[in-house]
């Protein structure tokens, strides 16, 4: 069996007051994504770049916590094929810029209802599914965020920073990471968990069976507090209406909350020393474990925290059993 690798962009604009997306038509004649074979010493994201400027000439920058993998069969030459297509998705501010290759007869904005009349194939429609789902949600967690990235600007002697740290990773996980507030370090980047204790969450993040980008990582608060202090109370039931929005539109299977704050605030839990590895089952399920600083700061923390880990890679191999989202 022959095996073969594509990616390309699924390309969204804002026209008319509603969302378009862009097809070409191959010299077939039916409609497709701008996509194409991936070459020797690329990965998926530069193919998919080099393939959407070569076929529809746009420069775009996707969002990397959305990849749409299909896998299919084909008959070519009466050799069985197994290709692979990994999809991201952009969006295009210049709509204008759109100039096809010479290997397409016409290219066409559709909206999403039109766009699974208009498409041949189950695999372009499901692709075309999995990627307006996401951009809405996309939208809706970024008008959250433009809200909380406000409020220092209308809360009363505000005395966080007035830099927010947004959470980060996809937005249809299936787990999220809660942790206290951004660090300096994190301040600093605009990123979440990047420092040492950053360095260890991916460590165990990985250990779980997990990858970073798949995940969705965030605080409590997510305003650095100064010294690097624990939020006040007041502070807290500041940021916790968004971030109970910011869980919602989410919509995580597992959620595991790092460390005492963490704990006290979403399951209202305390003394973390003594309720660390407990699983609250539910929809979500939560786990509660040790924040990573924790662990880097003390030493003896580390097994603890590891032991934690193992829990959440069991309850992971549970929901794969019975069929739960991946």
């Known amino acids: 069996m022959k095996f073969e690798f594509s990616a390309g962009i699924i390309v969204y604009a804002d026209m008319d007051g509603e969302r378009k997306f862009l097809f070409l038509k191959n010299p077939h004649g039916w409609w497709d994504l701008p996509k194409g074979h991936i070459e020797k010493g690329e990965n998926a994201i530069k193919a998919a770049l080099r ?17 749409y993998s299909e896998d299919y069969w084909f008959i070519s030459a009466g050799e069985k094929i197994k290709k692979n297509v990994k999809m991201f998705i952009a969006k ?8 096809i290759s010479e290997e397409h007869s016409g290219y066409a904005w559709m909206s999403y209802k039109v ?16 990627a307006n789902s996401y951009i809405s949600r996309l939208e809706k967690i970024d008008a959250i965020n433009a809200e909380y ?10 005395k966080l920073s007035r830099r927010f740290v947004p959470g980060e990773g996809r937005l249809n996980a299936k787990v999220m990471f ?9 301040d600093m980047k605009l990123r979440p968990f990047i420092g040492r204790s950053g360095k260890l969450l991916d460590r165990l993040i990985k250990s779980a069976g997990l990858v970073r980008r798949n995940v969705y990582i965030t605080s409590v608060v997510q305003f650095f507090p100064p010294e690097n202090r624990v939020p006040t109370d007041d502070e807290i039931a500041l940021c ?35 309720i660390h590895g407990r699983v609250i089952s539910g929809k979500p399920t939560y786990l ?8 880097v700061r003390i030493k003896s923390n580390m097994p603890l925290i590891e032991a934690d880990f193992k829990i959440l890679k069991s309850l992971l191999k ?9």
């Open 318 to 326: 549970n929901r794969k059993r019975f069929g739960t989202r991946q």
């Open 115 to 130: 766009a699974l009349n208009e498409l041949r194939y189950k695999t372009q429609k499901q692709m075309i599914s999995s």
């Open 149 to 158: 990235a406000n409020l220092p600007n209308i809360a009363a002697d505000w």
């Open 92 to 99: 295009a501010d210049n709509v204008g810029d759109v100039r």
């Open 178 to 186: 809660i942790g206290q507030a951004p660090g300096a370090e994190e």
């Open 51 to 67: 393939e959407t400027k070569e076929e529809a000439n746009l420069v775009l920058k996707p969002y990397r916590s959305f990849v």
């Open 288 to 295: 509660v474990t040790l924040h990573p600083a924790a662990a």
């Open 240 to 274: 916790k209406p968004f971030l109970d929005r910011q869980i919602a539109e989410i919509n995580p299977e597992i959620i595991v909350l790092l460390g005492s704050v963490a704990a006290k605030v979403v399951v209202g839990l305390d003394g973390i020393k003594s």
